[in-house]
Nanobody, 115 residues
């Protein structure tokens, strides 16, 4: 069993930055991919960024060049640095990992980009 605890969401003006964090409740092997998803009102949940050992991170096209995913394996924590935020980035952001055939999700953190 793994619990994922997210933090770092909030309200920011367009063009601003936020850094999301997601800490796992137990050690997560570095080989286990970790990812960030988001879900805006009335829309399906979508993959924003994913980090996998030995590969370049994957990004949603609309965030490429603005968002950066990283992880600290010693802390079993994944981060999402979000720069040049746009109103269309407004959503609830969820941390995800899949371990031993089970999908784990964080509780979600709200990101609102508005003047």
């Amino acid at each position: 069993q793994v619990q994922l605890v997210e933090s770092g969401g909030g309200l920011v003006q367009p063009g601003g930055s936020l850094r999301l964090s997601c800490a796992a409740s137990r050690t997560v092997w570095s080989s286990v991919p970790m990812a960030w998803y988001r879900q805006a009102p009335g829309k399906q949940r979508e993959l924003v960024a994913r980090i996998r050992s030995g590969r370049d991170p994957d990004y949603l096209d609309s965030v490429f060049g603005r968002f950066t995913i990283s992880r600290d394996n010693a802390k079993s924590t994944v981060y999402l640095q979000m720069n040049s935020l746009k109103p269309e980035d407004t959503a609830v952001y969820y941390c995800h990992l899949r371990a031993e055939g089970i999908d784990y999700w964080g509780q979600g953190t709200q990101v609102t980009v508005s003047v």
